[in-house]
């Protein structure tokens, strides 16, 4: 074993977290090595044993789609690239059946509605309104949706938003036509309305650099100790969308890099307390095993595929995210409102039955 891994595992282990340096030094494991095996092993420790093995699932579902004037490299709804020609926007009954069909099994900790860069505003206030009576109180709701100012974020939060997906991502304003500072200024409206927040080191491919990560990861913490992230943090691959400039799966990171990336967000957390999830995209077992107990079920439009609804396509639905859970030993399901559900095979036969 790598004596400076070692160190560091043990500074974790005694309740420290790591700096730049040590960050950058992790990120260069080869995944498969035996430091790298540690370090996951050692997050995955880390997180069971602060939640009590317990994790979080979550629900999207996108609500629009058109051809899209951010144009990301990366999106399947990116204008120069995407195969949507027409602009489509999914009915308030649509989006309300959908969030029901969601929540039904009420273990779900969170949901979130995505739309796209530019959206009806009107339309999406009343699809919270409508959607956060439709689903158990128990169910936290979430937006995902283009820059917006603070007056906006209190009329949604008004209606029953409890808080903001929002990230300044890699690549930012290279890769996007999105000014950084623009997504930094949202992040900010949606703290000053008394929204939740939520951040993530996205989208990672392999051609993204070890620096790149790990500026994005300190960030994420930095924000946390001035905000508050509530509801966690997360790490997410950059998918090899086809038509886009990064198809092919060369272009995808692994599961198992994506697993250590996660893993060592975790040790730089891990001298903070209010991070009890840490979620991983695209789900993946691996991950689960190494830091990671927060997944996503999808639903809808999806920047990552490029089918018309990516339900059984691209998205996993809740059983499968459950199952995913389950098989990964995770004792209990945490839902928004603090309540638990033990994780027992009878409960996995009963869901399997509804």
Not at 342 to 350: K, R
Request: one cysteine or more; proline letters at 4%; a negative charge.
């Amino acid at each position: 074993m790598d004596a400076r891994v070692s160190d560091i595992i043990s500074k974790v282990q005694e309740g420290g977290a790591i700096d730049y340096d040590e960050t950058l030094y992790l990120l260069a494991l080869d995944e498969a090595s035996p430091e790298a095996t540690a370090v996951r092993g050692t997050a995955n420790d880390l997180v069971r044993a602060k939640t009590g093995n317990a994790c979080a699932m979550w629900g999207q579902i996108g609500i629009d789609v058109y051809p899209c004037e951010a144009d990301c490299q990366f999106c399947s709804f990116a204008k120069s690239t995407t195969c949507f020609t027409e602009h489509v926007t999914m009915p308030i009954e649509d989006v309300v059946a959908r969030a029901k069909e969601f929540t039904k099994g009420g273990d779900l900790y969170g949901l979130w509605l995505m739309t796209m860069n530019t959206y009806d505003e009107d339309h999406y206030l009343e699809c919270v309104k409508a959607v956060r009576e439709a689903i158990p109180k128990s169910t936290l709701l979430f937006s995902n949706i283009g820059d917006t100012d603070k007056e906006y974020f209190e009329k949604l939060k008004a209606a029953g938003l409890d808080g903001a997906y929002h990230v300044k991502r890699i690549g930012e304003g290279e890769l996007t036509e999105i000014p950084p500072e623009r997504r930094e200024a949202t992040i900010r409206a949606a703290h000053e309305a008394g929204l939740r927040i939520q951040d993530c080191c996205e989208p990672i491919g392999a051609d993204t650099s070890n620096e790149a990560i790990a500026t994005r990861l300190f960030e994420i913490k930095a924000r946390n100790e001035e905000y508050g992230i509530h509801d966690g943090s997360g790490v997410m691959k950059r998918n090899s969308v086809p038509g886009t400039r990064f198809e092919g799966m060369e272009n995808e990171i692994t599961d198992m890099r994506l697993a250590l990336i996660g893993a060592i967000q975790v040790f730089i957390m891990n001298d903070q307390t209010d991070i009890p999830w840490f979620a991983i995209h695209e789900p993946n077992t691996v991950s689960l095993l190494s830091g990671g107990n927060n997944i996503c079920a999808e639903t809808g439009f999806n920047p990552r595929d490029t089918a018309e609804d990516t339900a059984g396509h691209h998205g996993l639905d809740v059983p499968a995210v459950r199952s995913m859970f389950y098989q990964a030993g995770f004792k209990k399901i945490v839902r928004g409102d603090g309540t638990e559900v033990e994780l027992t095979p009878e409960y996995m036969e009963a869901k399997l039955a509804e």
